[in-house]
């Protein structure tokens, strides 16, 4: 099946620094979405990207759907404790099922205060 | 309030024994699936629903088998055949309008088998 590459695997920051993290496919993507996971939770979608070269942000965080269509990156501007947890970027390939998405590994986000 | 839940948040269960987890959601969503999630590891697909009373195979559908009746309800069983049940389980739906793909997740349950 399709795979997602998405690094880095953790972080570990200090409160106010900016964050990014990416995810590569070896195919092309119609969709990127970015989510967050609190521990013990369900994820909860940020952003939704559905263009190439689309820039969209969300209050502090901002996605890019890459101009390639095989990546998509997140930031986080200015981090508070509060960002940590759990974030996977998901998409879905040209060809398959609709609304059958394909999950990155994650980034372990730790914010020290 | 709109939204989907999982029942119940924590599950043990005895080795060798079926288990059926809940899934409902009140938004309308055509579309709903199952992932299972391990530590350190993104979100496996184990089965989804486009709509009512038709399913296919996600992933890792092996020794797991699902209904759907009625749009609101996803359940999922867990069987004996199942050789490693203990995981995180996440039910998510999502509406299939025009080109959008977003789905959105349960609080999840997790799954214990002693």
Same mark, same amino acid.
């Given at each position: 099946?399709?795979?997602?590459?998405?690094? /880095?695997?953790?972080?570990?920051?200090?409160?106010?620094?900016? #964050?990014?993290?990416?995810?590569?496919?070896?195919?092309?993507?119609n969709?990127?979405?970015?989510? &967050?996971?609190?521990?013990?939770?369900? /994820? #909860?979608?940020?952003?939704?990207?559905?263009?190439?070269?689309?820039?969209?942000?969300n209050?502090?965080?901002?996605?890019?759907?890459? *101009?390639?269509? &095989?990546?998509?990156?997140l930031?986080?501007?200015?981090?508070?404790?509060s960002?940590?947890? *759990?974030?996977?970027?998901?998409?879905?390939?040209?060809?398959?099922?609709?609304?059958?998405?394909?999950?990155?590994?994650?980034? *372990?986000?730790?914010v020290?205060? | 309030?709109?939204?989907?839940?999982?029942?119940? @948040?924590?599950? +043990?269960? @005895?080795?060798?024994?079926?288990?059926? $987890?809940?899934c409902?959601? =009140?938004? =309308?969503?055509?579309?709903?699936?199952?992932?299972?999630?391990?530590?350190? %590891?993104? $979100?496996?697909?184990?089965?989804?629903? %486009?709509?009512?009373n038709?399913?296919?195979?996600?992933?890792i559908?092996?020794?797991?088998?699902?209904?759907?009746? @009625?749009?609101?309800?996803?359940?999922?069983?867990?069987?004996?055949? %199942? @050789? =490693?049940?203990?995981? +995180?389980?996440?039910?998510?739906?999502?509406?299939?309008?025009?080109a959008? =793909?977003?789905q959105?997740?349960?609080?999840?349950?997790? $799954?214990?088998? $002693?």
């Amino acid at each position: 099946g399709q795979q997602l590459n998405q690094s /880095p695997q953790s972080m570990f920051i200090q409160e106010g620094e900016d #964050v990014s993290m990416n995810c590569t496919s070896s195919s092309i993507f119609n969709t990127w979405l970015w989510y &967050k996971q609190d521990p013990g939770e369900g /994820p #909860v979608l940020l952003i939704a990207l559905y263009k190439a070269g689309e820039l969209t942000s969300n209050g502090r965080l901002t996605a890019q759907f890459g *101009i390639t269509r &095989k990546d998509s990156f997140l930031n986080i501007s200015a981090s508070i404790p509060s960002d940590v947890g *759990i974030y996977f970027c998901a998409g879905r390939a040209g060809g398959t099922s609709y609304g059958k998405l394909t999950f990155g590994q994650g980034t *372990i986000l730790t914010v020290h205060p | 309030d709109g939204g989907i839940t999982q029942s119940p @948040k924590y599950l +043990f269960r @005895k080795e060798g024994q079926n288990v059926t $987890l809940s899934c409902e959601q =009140n938004l =309308n969503h055509d579309a709903m699936y199952w992932y299972r999630q391990d530590p350190g %590891q993104g $979100l496996r697909l184990i089965y989804y629903s %486009q709509i009512v009373n038709d399913f296919q195979k996600g992933d890792i559908a092996e020794g797991y088998s699902v209904s759907r009746e @009625k749009k609101e309800s996803f359940p999922l069983t867990v069987t004996s055949a %199942q @050789k =490693n049940p203990t995981a +995180f389980y996440l039910c998510a739906s999502s509406s299939p309008s025009g080109a959008r =793909n977003e789905q959105f997740f349960g609080p999840g349950t997790r $799954l214990t088998v $002693l």
